[in-house]
């Protein structure tokens, strides 16, 4: 059975590791909007967009208590590419709770996964793409972990409730607005017949704030995704979704 890729959260790494840490101390409520561009948007490693760029954009509203919620939304392709006659914007709606313990801080919360209008369950080799998940994360210094499991089938994969995702990150600041994050993470995904799903995926994002809210990202991102499971129409075993390349973002927050 042929199998299409799975989609995502957050395309800047940089970004996303900042707005983290800065819901984590902020003394105050916030609320702040975001939009950008990729050049291709890539989720676990894998290409959302058969390699072609992307707009992106959200908003997040953190809560003086540790409470947050956010929306966050990306034009996508691999719905389409599947076969299905629509689904090609990705929105994803999720809420939580950060804090910290001593030295360490944590993050838990829920991510709805919508793609709205998808009509992938009528190719009847997939379900339903839309996906829930549950997550957790710890960040100890540089370093934060995290934690993700489905409670429902992953991203139209049938049979696969339970996958989860498990990562590792790093946010190294070199200074003059300058930082690297590198990341590795694994993606298990279950189900009988899924079993060429899992993967190990990699990336390396440098990062440079502009000033004003803008940011540019350049990243080498990669996979080691069955190119049978995970692949270009017309192109199993030739071009997987996961094959290494480099993707560049611009990003405004306000």
């Given at each position: 059975?042929?199998?299409?890729?799975?989609?995502?959260?957050?395309?800047?790494?940089?970004?996303?590791?900042?707005?983290?840490?800065?819901?984590?101390?902020?003394?105050?409520?916030?609320?702040?909007?975001?939009?950008?561009?990729?050049?291709?948007?890539?989720?676990?490693?894998?290409?959302?967009?058969?390699?072609?760029?992307?707009?992106?954009?959200?908003?997040?509203?953190?809560?003086?208590?540790?409470?947050?919620?956010?929306?966050?939304?990306?034009?996508?392709?691999?719905?389409?590419?599947?076969?299905?006659?629509?689904?090609?914007?990705?929105?994803?709606?999720?809420?939580?709770?950060?804090?910290?313990?001593?030295?360490?801080?944590?993050?838990?919360?829920?991510?709805?996964?919508?793609?709205?209008?998808?009509?992938?369950?009528?190719?009847?080799?997939?379900?339903n793409a839309n996906t829930n998940e549950l997550y957790g994360a710890?960040?100890?210094?540089?370093?934060?972990?995290?934690?993700?499991?489905?409670?429902?089938?992953?991203?139209?994969?049938?049979?696969?409730?339970?996958?989860?995702?498990?990562?590792?990150?790093?946010?190294?600041?070199?200074?003059?607005?300058?930082?690297?994050?590198?990341?590795?993470?694994?993606?298990?995904?279950?189900?009988?017949?899924?079993?060429?799903?899992?993967?190990?995926?990699?990336?390396?994002?440098?990062?440079?704030?502009?000033?004003?809210?803008?940011?540019?990202?350049?990243?080498?991102?990669?996979?080691?995704?069955?190119?049978?499971?995970?692949?270009?129409?017309?192109?199993?075993?030739?071009?997987?979704?996961?094959?290494?390349?480099?993707?560049?973002?611009?990003?405004?927050?306000?």
């Amino acid at each position: 059975m042929k199998k299409i890729l799975v989609p995502s959260l957050i395309a800047l790494a940089v970004s996303a590791l900042a707005s983290v840490a800065q819901a984590q101390t902020a003394p105050e409520s916030t609320l702040s909007y975001n939009a950008g561009v990729v050049s291709d948007y890539r989720y676990r490693g894998l290409s959302q967009t058969r390699f072609d760029p992307a707009l992106q954009g959200g908003v997040d509203y953190a809560d003086k208590s540790g409470f947050y919620v956010g929306a966050w939304g990306s034009t996508i392709k691999w719905i389409k590419d599947a076969g299905a006659t629509a689904g090609s914007v990705e929105i994803d709606l999720y809420g939580g709770y950060k804090g910290a313990v001593g030295d360490v801080a944590y993050d838990m919360g829920f991510l709805r996964y919508e793609y709205a209008g998808n009509k992938l369950k009528n190719t009847v080799v997939y379900g339903n793409a839309n996906t829930n998940e549950l997550y957790g994360a710890v960040t100890y210094g540089l370093f934060t972990a995290k934690y993700s499991h489905a409670i429902s089938n992953l991203f139209g994969n049938l049979d696969s409730k339970n996958s989860y995702y498990v990562d590792l990150s790093a946010a190294l600041d070199l200074g003059d607005g300058y930082s690297l994050v590198p990341h590795v993470g694994y993606q298990k995904l279950k189900g009988a017949g899924n079993a060429a799903g899992s993967y190990t995926d990699y990336a390396l994002t440098l990062a440079k704030d502009l000033g004003d809210g803008l940011s540019l990202t350049g990243a080498v991102v990669g996979t080691d995704a069955d190119k049978n499971f995970y692949y270009t129409p017309g192109k199993a075993g030739v071009e997987g979704l996961g094959k290494t390349g480099v993707v560049l973002g611009l990003k405004y927050t306000f």
